[in-house]
Every structure is written in structure tokens, then in C-alpha cells.
């Protein structure tokens, strides 16, 4: 373990090779495991049986966690005229439109959610590989291209613990579920949330075992391979 501190070290100690950990296991193991001095993330990645090139092999969505992220959510919403009142009169950080899309483009990026009416999508387009590579390009699957009279509730949302989840290039899906400082409960029901939500989002193009593997880590600290069984138990 040369090149890592001691504290590292002695959170890695608490992973034993090759075991498998019920859910309720690794939410303990993991916050013990946390050494930073500030509320580390506690993290999920699913690796997945899907080929990430094939279209019927995708695997995108939201999931509502019942206890949020333990975090502020910055909103910015792309609308303009009765929408963009709409916007801001239901919480939202940042509204606006051409203005928004040149702000973003000159590297402002201090939000961490963003949606637009579908009017304003032929604006923000121009913004896909600056938002994209973020995970925070609106789209219509992700449920972020929202309708005016919808903003309230999207939103609303978005403010409580709306999380993305998305397939990467590699086939792994990675979420973030609540902070170290939750309680274990509060971890493992957002936790069942998320597999529940990607379990019900099976590609009609998925082969085999859907879900390979599944891991749960801090920001900072090891992760620990759930037993997929109860793993998949949680949300049923």
C-alpha cells in the first residue's frame, strides 16, 4: 500500500478480499471507513451486463431519494417569458435563456441541475459538450426538458434529492446516495430506491445477468463489493 497515508491504510484494513457484504454491512463499513475531515459522498457504481454501443442496450433515468443527498441543489432552468416566471417563482436558481446559454459558454457552471422548457432546446443544443461531459444536459429521457406547467413540480424535485443515473462507456452506472453523515437507515432505503429504479429501467435489449456487480464507497475510502442477492432484495 506504499504511496497511500496512514489513514487510507487503515481504512482499506477494513475490507477483507473477496468478501461479499449485505447492504446494511457495507453502509457501516463504509462510513467507518471514512477518514476525510469533511461529509464525504457515499457513492454507488453497478457494473452491468449491457453492452454500452447497442441502442437497445441503454440504460438512462432518474430516481427520487426519499432522504435527498444531504446537499444544496443549485437549479438553473433555461426559460423565458411566462415559463421563465414560473421558474423562479417555484425556487429555481437561475433562470434565463440566451443569456444562461452564453453565460455557460464563456465557463460559468455553478449549478448542479439543469432543465429547460422544450422551446429552448434549440438554444441550449449548442451546449452539449460543454454540459454533457457533466451529466447535466437536459433531456427528455432524464425527464430535465419540461414542460412550463411542470417546472413547479420538476423543480421541487430536483431540490429534494432527484438524482440522474445514466450508462457510461465502460457499462457502469455511478449514483451518488446521501452523505457519511446519514444515518445507515436513511442510506440504505436511498439506496433501494436506486436499484429499484434501475432494475425497472431492463433495456428491452438487455442479455443475461442485467446487474454484474455493485460496489459502495465514499469519496475518499475503499469500496465494498455488496452480495448481489440482498443487494437486489432492497428493492423489492
Known amino acids: 500500500m506504499s504511496g497511500h497515508g496512514k489513514k487510507y491504510n487503515a481504512a482499506v484494513a477494513l475490507l477483507e478480499k473477496d468478501k461479499l457484504y449485505t447492504p446494511a454491512e457495507a453502509v457501516e463499513l463504509a462510513k467507518k471507513a471514512s477518514y476525510a475531515n469533511f461529509d464525504e459522498t457515499v457513492e454507488v457504481h453497478m457494473k452491468m451486463g449491457l453492452n454500452p454501443r447497442s441502442a437497445d442496450q441503454q440504460v438512462r433515468g432518474v430516481a427520487l431519494l426519499p432522504h435527498g443527498l444531504g446537499k444544496t441543489i443549485r437549479v438553473l432552468v433555461f426559460a423565458q417569458g411566462p415559463a421563465g416566471k414560473a421558474a423562479m417563482d417555484a425556487g429555481a436558481?437561475?433562470?434565463?435563456?440566451?443569456?444562461?446559454?452564453?453565460?455557460?459558454?464563456d465557463g460559468w457552471l455553478e449549478f448542479d441541475a439543469a432543465?429547460?422548457?422544450?422551446d429552448m432546446m434549440p438554444k441550449v443544443a449548442k451546449l452539449g459538450k460543454i454540459l454533457g461531459r457533466r451529466g447535466l444536459m437536459?433531456?427528455?429521457?432524464?425527464?430535465?426538458?419540461?414542460?412550463?406547467?411542470?417546472?413547479p413540480r420538476a423543480i421541487g424535485e430536483a431540490r429534494k434529492g432527484r438524482v440522474e443515473y445514466r450508462l457510461d462507456r465502460t457499462a457502469i452506472i455511478h449514483l451518488a446516495i446521501g452523505k457519511v453523515s446519514f444515518e445507515d437507515e436513511k442510506l440504505?432505503?436511498?439506496?433501494?430506491?436506486?436499484?429499484?429504479?434501475?432494475?425497472?429501467?431492463k433495456p428491452s435489449g438487455a442479455k443475461g445477468q442485467y446487474i454484474r456487480s455493485?460496489?459502495?464507497t465514499t469519496t475518499m475510502g475503499p469500496g465494498f463489493k455488496l452480495d448481489l442477492k440482498s443487494a437486489l432484495n432492497l428493492a423489492t
Open 93 to 105: 436558481d437561475y433562470v434565463g435563456a440566451e443569456d444562461l446559454v452564453k453565460q455557460i459558454e
Open 115 to 118: 432543465m429547460a422548457t422544450p
Open 138 to 151: 437536459p433531456n427528455p429521457k432524464a425527464g430535465s426538458v419540461v414542460p412550463p406547467e411542470d417546472l
Open 188 to 201: 440504505l432505503e436511498n439506496l433501494a430506491t436506486v436499484i429499484e429504479a434501475i432494475v425497472k429501467a
Open 214 to 216: 455493485i460496489t459502495l
